[in-house]
């Protein structure tokens, strides 16, 4: 613990000397980058996520990244970092560091809706244990994020609270169901997110906004405290702006939770060493024939394959492989995932938390609950609650949901097939750079479409990677390449990804988002979603 | 087979405990013919011979150790709900009419 009479000794927020950076410069730093100089003791933690809470008010209103910004608590933290570290405390190199948390993940005293209406003003009990572990390394939390409502969506777009717009273009989607996080770190509000990946909600967000995300090995990540979508399929995992800080990340949230029965015991190597040692000569690298196809976007493959080509040249050898059940995976996954969901909402039963809509005259507990229900969910939750308990009904469980979960054996068939002639398979991340705001609301199927790359990692539980390949030729928006490693080979695609990003950066001459556009100079928009 | 009817999708929300309108009811029922059709894909190749993978990393009998840890105190539990009295969580009459 820190010694109070510590903090009047020393150099306060405002006072830390010439090799204080500006605000604007201190949001362009990476975590990696900001950890050293906290630790160097050349800024505060308050002057950071002060930086970062001006760079939320200037461009959140046109963004909105956030859900709820915890701007006193994130300054109260900061000051009591700053406190410790000049105390002598020894603390964990990411104290001090501002962290964004999708909502998905409940945070103790701050408000949590998982996107939904039915949750609206629910502040948490306890914390979701990635949260508390970074909590527990001094992060500082600057808010909540945005997202579709409890995760389902492509796009954000069905959040209650209204869309998050791409940092890249104001008029496209983030991404979805994680637009909040992605959109968050693109536009410099914070350097690091929290995510959860069912289907891609990790992965697409970061392919469409020129970030970076991981869903790691299913387990590897606590889930306790993950407001469930689809138990079988959910994974948590870091958003962020590098390779390196996603693995500064994922090294705090990882490891065994005896909270979540499904997390796994294993003892984890450090993603940041596998960063380090970051090399691809030698490495297998398999290209999915049958997500190498023509309804790839042209920018989007013409990207892939000159990444590839890099990767060729730094020493990888590339090989293509055959994974035939890839293409049955949306069908599998559109039965599993209602099918969880559906179970999982139940305990939305205006009992417990949040709303309760009573009709017109009072009514049963049932009817309350009906009432509610339909009132604090949106469309695309009441489609698949619909659609899971459908799948799951007496007369047609064999037929979908039972012939789903033979699919996910299949699909797992493949990966371990394409896993014995190579080491990670390779795929753009998502068909299409980020479709416009609006485009795919009215049609169910083609969004779901959207995720055919990402679904099938999900079903196996493998971890996938997703990290800025460039910018397509035709309309200028980010590009992501997707890596997929075999299950508990997460630090497999932190090498394969920080070699691609380190050629990339030299071809670049930096990273790719010192190409998006400066966000101060756009003009607000209409109808802001606040 | 996935000739869904108006009267199936308000069985199901029904089941579901959500009290969709006539109108929510009508357009649901046309995305979900149009889903669960893209959907049935599946049959294609889950044959009897494949087995079903219900989790993705299975784990056998996990259980924590059988002691007294910390949990929510009753008032924070409590906290969230839309109506308590104190120490329970208070809702409107279980039994309907026709009990």
Same mark, same amino acid.
């Given at each position: 613990?820190?010694?109070?009479?510590?903090?009047?000794?020393?150099?306060?927020?405002?006072?830390?000397?010439?090799?204080?950076?500006?605000?604007?410069?201190?949001?362009?730093?990476?975590?990696?980058?900001?950890?050293?100089?906290?630790?160097?003791?050349?800024?505060?933690?308050?002057?950071?996520?002060?930086?970062?809470?001006?760079?939320?008010?200037?461009?959140?209103?046109?963004?909105?990244?956030?859900?709820?910004?915890?701007?006193?608590?994130?300054?109260?933290?900061?000051?009591?970092?700053?406190?410790?570290?000049?105390?002598?405390?020894?603390?964990?190199?990411?104290?001090?560091?501002?962290?964004?948390?999708?909502?998905?993940?409940?945070?103790?005293?701050?408000?949590?809706?998982?996107?939904?209406?039915?949750?609206?003003?629910?502040?948490?009990?306890?914390?979701?244990?990635?949260?508390?572990?970074?909590?527990?390394?001094?992060?500082?939390?600057?808010?909540?994020?945005?997202?579709?409502?409890?995760?389902?969506?492509?796009?954000?777009?069905?959040?209650? $609270? &209204?869309?998050?717009?791409?940092?890249?273009? %104001? @008029?496209? #989607?983030?991404?979805? /169901?994680?637009?909040?996080?992605? =959109? +968050?770190?693109?536009?410099?509000?914070?350097?690091?997110?929290?995510?959860?990946?069912?289907?891609?909600?990790?992965?697409?967000?970061?392919?469409?906004?020129?970030?970076?995300?991981?869903?790691?090995?299913?387990?590897?990540?606590?889930? $306790? &405290?993950?407001?469930?979508?689809?138990?079988? %399929? @959910?994974? #948590?995992?870091?958003? /962020?702006?590098?390779?390196?800080? =996603? +693995?500064?990340?994922?090294?705090?949230?990882?490891?065994?939770?005896?909270?979540?029965?499904?997390?796994?015991?294993?003892?984890?190597?450090?993603?940041?060493?596998?960063?380090?040692?970051?090399?691809?000569?030698?490495?297998?690298?398999?290209?999915?024939?049958?997500?190498?196809?023509?309804?790839?976007?042209?920018?989007?493959?013409?990207?892939?394959?000159?990444?590839?080509?890099?990767?060729?040249?730094?020493?990888?050898?590339?090989?293509?492989?055959?994974?035939?059940?890839?293409?049955?995976?949306?069908?599998?996954?559109?039965?599993?995932?209602?099918?969880?969901?559906?179970?999982?909402?139940?305990?939305?039963?205006?009992?417990?938390?949040?709303?309760?809509?009573?009709?017109?005259?009072?009514?049963?507990?049932?009817?309350?609950?009906?009432?509610?229900?339909?009132?604090?969910?949106?469309?695309?939750?009441?489609?698949?609650?619909?659609?899971?308990?459908?799948?799951?009904?007496?007369?047609?469980?064999?037929?979908?949901?039972?012939?789903?979960?033979?699919?996910?054996?299949?699909?797992?068939?493949?990966?371990?097939?394409?896993?014995?002639?190579?080491?990670?398979?390779?795929?753009?991340?998502?068909?299409?750079?980020?479709?416009?705001?609006?485009?795919?609301?009215?049609?169910?199927?083609?969004?779901?479409?959207?995720?055919?790359?990402?679904?099938?990692?999900?079903?196996?539980?493998?971890?996938?990677?997703?990290?800025?390949?460039?910018?397509?030729?035709?309309?200028?928006?980010?590009?992501?390449?997707?890596?997929?490693?075999?299950?508990?080979?997460?630090?497999?695609?932190?090498?394969?990804?920080?070699?691609?990003?380190?050629?990339?950066?030299?071809?670049?001459?930096?990273?790719?988002?010192?190409?998006?556009?400066?966000?101060?100079?756009?003009?607000?928009?209409?109808?802001?979603?606040? | 087979?996935?000739?869904?009817?108006?009267?199936?999708?308000?069985?199901?929300?029904?089941?579901?405990?959500?009290?969709?309108?006539?109108?929510?009811?009508?357009?649901?029922?046309?995305?979900?013919?149009?889903?669960?059709?893209?959907?049935?894909?599946?049959?294609?190749?889950?044959?009897?011979?494949?087995?079903?993978?219900?989790?993705?990393?299975?784990?056998?009998?996990?259980?924590?150790?059988?002691?007294?840890?910390?949990?929510?105190?009753?008032?924070?539990?409590?906290?969230?709900?839309?109506?308590?009295?104190?120490?329970?969580?208070?809702?409107?009459?279980?039994?309907?009419?026709?009990?």
């Amino acid at each position: 613990m820190s010694c109070p009479e510590a903090s009047g000794t020393l150099a306060g927020s405002g006072d830390s000397g010439s090799g204080n950076p500006a605000a604007s410069e201190l949001i362009r730093l990476t975590a990696a980058e900001l950890s050293a100089q906290l630790v160097a003791g050349e800024v505060s933690a308050v002057d950071v996520t002060q930086a970062h809470l001006d760079r939320i008010n200037t461009v959140d209103g046109t963004v909105h990244a956030f859900l709820h910004i915890a701007h006193e608590r994130a300054l109260t933290a900061a000051a009591d970092i700053d406190r410790r570290r000049a105390a002598g405390e020894k603390l964990h190199p990411l104290a001090g560091v501002p962290l964004a948390i999708k909502d998905v993940l409940t945070t103790r005293g701050m408000p949590t809706t998982a996107g939904s209406r039915i949750l609206e003003g629910w502040i948490p009990p306890y914390d979701a244990t990635s949260v508390r572990r970074t909590l527990d390394a001094g992060m500082i939390p600057l808010g909540k994020t945005n997202m579709d409502e409890f995760a389902m969506g492509s796009s954000t777009e069905h959040s209650a $609270y &209204g869309p998050t717009r791409n940092p890249w273009d %104001l @008029d496209r #989607i983030p991404g979805g /169901s994680g637009g909040g996080s992605a =959109a +968050a770190v693109a536009a410099f509000e914070v350097p690091l997110a929290l995510g959860s990946d069912t289907g891609g909600s990790i992965r697409q967000p970061a392919h469409v906004t020129g970030t970076v995300g991981i869903k790691p090995t299913y387990g590897a990540v606590s889930r $306790y &405290g993950a407001i469930a979508l689809a138990s079988s %399929l @959910d994974q #948590i995992g870091p958003v /962020s702006r590098t390779v390196l800080d =996603a +693995a500064l990340l994922h090294d705090v949230i990882a490891g065994h939770d005896p909270h979540d029965s499904t997390s796994l015991p294993d003892a984890w190597p450090s993603m940041v060493e596998a960063v380090r040692r970051a090399d691809v000569a030698g490495l297998r690298i398999g290209i999915v024939r049958q997500l190498d196809s023509s309804s790839v976007q042209s920018g989007v493959s013409t990207r892939f394959h000159e990444a590839l080509v890099l990767l060729e040249k730094n020493g990888a050898q590339i090989v293509e492989v055959d994974a035939p059940h890839f293409e049955h995976a949306i069908a599998a996954y559109y039965l599993i995932l209602p099918a969880e969901a559906s179970s999982n909402l139940a305990k939305f039963d205006s009992v417990r938390f949040g709303l309760r809509v009573t009709p017109p005259g009072g009514g049963t507990v049932e009817q309350v609950m009906a009432a509610t229900r339909e009132a604090g969910f949106g469309s695309e939750v009441k489609r698949r609650i619909i659609l899971g308990t459908y799948a799951l009904s007496s007369g047609y469980y064999d037929a979908y949901y039972g012939s789903a979960q033979k699919v996910r054996t299949l699909v797992q068939r493949d990966f371990t097939a394409a896993f014995e002639k190579v080491d990670v398979l390779a795929t753009p991340t998502a068909p299409t750079t980020a479709f416009k705001l609006g485009e795919k609301l009215d049609d169910p199927m083609s969004m779901y479409l959207n995720d055919v790359a990402t679904i099938p990692a999900n079903l196996a539980g493998v971890p996938g990677i997703s990290v800025p390949a460039g910018l397509a030729p035709e309309d200028g928006l980010p590009v992501g390449i997707q890596f997929l490693a075999p299950a508990r080979e997460d630090a497999r695609l932190y090498g394969v990804g920080a070699a691609l990003e380190r050629a990339l950066h030299a071809q670049w001459g930096g990273p790719l988002l010192a190409q998006a556009p400066d966000l101060t100079r756009m003009i607000p928009l209409e109808g802001g979603h606040r | 087979m996935s000739d869904i009817t108006a009267e199936q999708v308000a069985h199901l929300a029904h089941l579901a405990r959500i009290a969709l309108t006539p109108h929510e009811i009508e357009h649901m029922t046309r995305e979900l013919g149009q889903i669960m059709s893209a959907v049935e894909r599946v049959n294609e190749v889950a044959t009897p011979d494949v087995p079903p993978t219900s989790h993705p990393i299975a784990l056998h009998n996990v259980f924590r150790a059988d002691v007294v840890g910390n949990t929510l105190t009753t008032a924070e539990a409590l906290a969230g709900a839309p109506e308590a009295d104190g120490t329970r969580f208070v809702v409107s009459a279980i039994l309907g009419e026709e009990q």
